[in-house]
């Protein structure tokens, strides 16, 4: 569908043009790091006719979100390739150079955009609470003439789907959930004494964990309502991640810097213990049958 209004001239006043959706779940975290790298971007869903004519093909031919197009034409596709560029731009602000914390950092990096798949997409796709916000969003990224395979009703269904191949089948449903409440208590009594995942200031890991916890658990309402009820710091980490300012509340009493000595907290080693008893069994599992 043509967005006319977006098409004239859509990077003026602008660096960086994100081409994505806030229902994205990795367009989250390229847009969580753009605000806190204070990097100015505008941004647009991939239907555009600049992005048909001209970023399409040099993002290789796939309407995949999030993309950025740079000032002087450039294109990036993914989120991971985004992070690591800007990163590579500017020096590394947000990666911990002290072992242990660049190791947590990584860590979380790719459990909050991985490993949260399964309660993310559960929480998003099974519960009808949800479905007047993506009857609103999904419009908005569909191409104009598109097949059934990228209509809202054909994503609607290969969405679902995606739910039953991470695993999210009926009789593991209380586990799923069980064990994201629980997550979302231990993170609750993290971010009460700290800000971010390391201290006062975004590392890695955080942009990677905002992915699941901004688009999809912190954002469609059925589970925004639980973290109402069971992580209220998270929810208040979720809306200082895309903000700016540092957004400290108030009982934060750290500088805007990683917590010195390399120190993990012992709040994070719970939150790393829990998500083990889910995560490291299925890397395991997922390493034997890619050997196979």
Same mark, same amino acid.
């Given at each position: *569908?043509?967005?006319?209004?977006?098409? $004239?001239?859509?990077? $003026?006043?602008?660096?960086?043009?994100?081409?994505?959706?806030?229902?994205?779940?990795?367009? =989250?975290?390229?847009?969580?790091?753009? %605000?806190?790298?204070?990097?100015?971007?505008?941004?647009?869903?991939?239907?555009?006719? &600049?992005?048909?004519? @001209?970023?399409?093909?040099?993002?290789?031919?796939?309407?995949? *979100?999030?993309?950025?197009?740079?000032?002087? =034409?450039?294109? %990036?596709?993914?989120?991971?390739?985004?992070?690591?560029?800007?990163?590579?731009?500017?020096?590394?602000?947000?990666?911990?150079?002290? /072992?242990?914390?660049?190791?947590?950092?990584?860590?979380?990096?790719?459990?909050?955009?991985?490993?949260?798949?399964?309660?993310?997409?559960?929480?998003?796709?099974?519960?009808?609470?949800?479905?007047?916000?993506?009857? &609103? &969003?999904?419009?908005?990224? %569909?191409?104009?003439?598109?097949?059934?395979?990228?209509?809202?009703?054909?994503?609607?269904?290969?969405?679902?789907?995606?739910?039953?191949?991470?695993?999210?089948?009926?009789?593991? @449903?209380?586990?799923?959930?069980?064990?994201?409440?629980?997550?979302?208590?231990?993170?609750?009594?993290?971010?009460?004494?700290? /800000?971010?995942?390391? =201290?006062? $200031?975004?590392?890695?890991?955080?942009?990677?964990?905002?992915?699941? *916890?901004?688009? &999809?658990?912190?954002?469609?309402? $059925? /589970?925004?309502?639980? *973290?109402?009820?069971?992580?209220?710091?998270?929810?208040?980490?979720?809306?200082?991640?895309?903000?700016?300012? /540092?957004?400290?509340?108030?009982?934060?009493? @750290?500088?805007?810097?990683?917590?010195?000595?390399?120190?993990?907290?012992?709040?994070?080693?719970? @939150?790393?213990?829990?998500?083990? %008893?889910?995560?490291?069994?299925?890397?395991?599992?997922?390493?034997?049958?890619?050997?196979?």
């Amino acid at each position: *569908m043509r967005r006319a209004n977006e098409d $004239k001239g859509e990077d $003026k006043g602008s660096h960086v043009t994100l081409y994505g959706s806030p229902l994205s779940l990795f367009t =989250g975290r390229a847009r969580s790091y753009l %605000i806190k790298a204070g990097i100015t971007f505008r941004e647009v869903p991939p239907v555009t006719d &600049h992005f048909n004519d @001209v970023v399409l093909s040099l993002a290789g031919g796939r309407r995949s *979100m999030p993309t950025v197009e740079l000032a002087d =034409g450039q294109v %990036i596709r993914d989120s991971v390739a985004i992070v690591d560029h800007f990163e590579s731009v500017l020096g590394q602000p947000f990666t911990p150079v002290t /072992p242990k914390q660049c190791a947590v950092s990584l860590l979380f990096d790719v459990i909050g955009a991985e490993g949260m798949l399964r309660p993310a997409m559960h929480y998003r796709w099974r519960f009808p609470e949800n479905d007047p916000l993506l009857n &609103h &969003h999904f419009p908005e990224f %569909i191409p104009q003439d598109a097949s059934i395979d990228f209509t809202a009703a054909g994503g609607f269904q290969r969405m679902k789907q995606a739910c039953d191949d991470l695993g999210a089948i009926e009789e593991n @449903v209380p586990l799923v959930e069980s064990l994201y409440v629980r997550l979302l208590e231990k993170l609750n009594a993290h971010f009460a004494l700290y /800000p971010y995942l390391l =201290g006062g $200031k975004p590392s890695i890991g955080d942009f990677g964990l905002i992915a699941s *916890m901004y688009a &999809h658990l912190g954002r469609d309402p $059925k /589970p925004r309502s639980l *973290m109402y009820e069971h992580g209220i710091h998270v929810l208040r980490w979720v809306e200082r991640m895309n903000r700016h300012d /540092p957004d400290f509340s108030a009982a934060h009493a @750290v500088d805007e810097e990683y917590l010195v000595d390399d120190e993990i907290p012992t709040t994070l080693i719970e @939150v790393l213990q829990h998500l083990a %008893i889910d995560f490291v069994p299925e890397t395991e599992a997922a390493c034997a049958q890619i050997n196979e």
